[in-house]
């Protein structure tokens, strides 16, 4: 099992940028895709990006394709999520997640991950 702790989350205008980190601990984390979701009020948990376990390629929802980037500091065991141009509809709280096995391909199914952080709020004002 693997613990997930994120940070950086908070209030900012419209336009503005956030840095979400998620710090893993618990088992290799070298080994394993990881990713970032999303869940908005009143909505189901989305998927927002994801990373392949060496950090050789990544994926994006539609949504935030060209103003999110996702990374991978496999010697500090934390993946970074760069915001930019944020937008009211971005907000929502933000789970880093851990995928269920090691290696393979970029996952992006809910189902595919097996560990889930506490959450982190991104609130994103017009």
């Known amino acids: 099992q693997v613990q997930l702790v994120e940070s950086g989350g908070g209030l900012v205008q419209a336009g503005g940028s956030l840095r979400l980190s998620c710090a893993a601990s618990?088992?290799?984390?070298?080994?394993?895709?990881m990713g970032w979701f999303r869940q908005a009020p009143g909505k189901e948990r989305e998927f927002v990006a994801a990373?392949?376990?060496?950090?050789?390629?990544?994926s994006y929802a539609d949504s935030v394709k060209g103003r999110f980037t996702l990374s991978k500091d496999n010697a500090k065991s934390t993946i970074n999520l760069q915001m930019n141009s944020l937008k009211p509809e971005d907000t929502a709280v933000y789970y880093c997640?851990?995928?269920?096995?090691?290696?393979?391909?970029?996952?992006?199914?809910?189902?595919?991950?097996?560990?889930w952080g506490q959450g982190t709020q991104v609130t994103v004002s017009s």
């Open positions: 618990g088992r290799t984390f070298g080994r394993f895709a």
């Open positions: 997640a851990a995928a269920r096995l090691p290696f393979g391909d970029v996952p992006t199914r809910i189902l595919d991950y097996g560990s």
């Open positions: 990373i392949k376990w060496n950090g050789g390629s990544t």
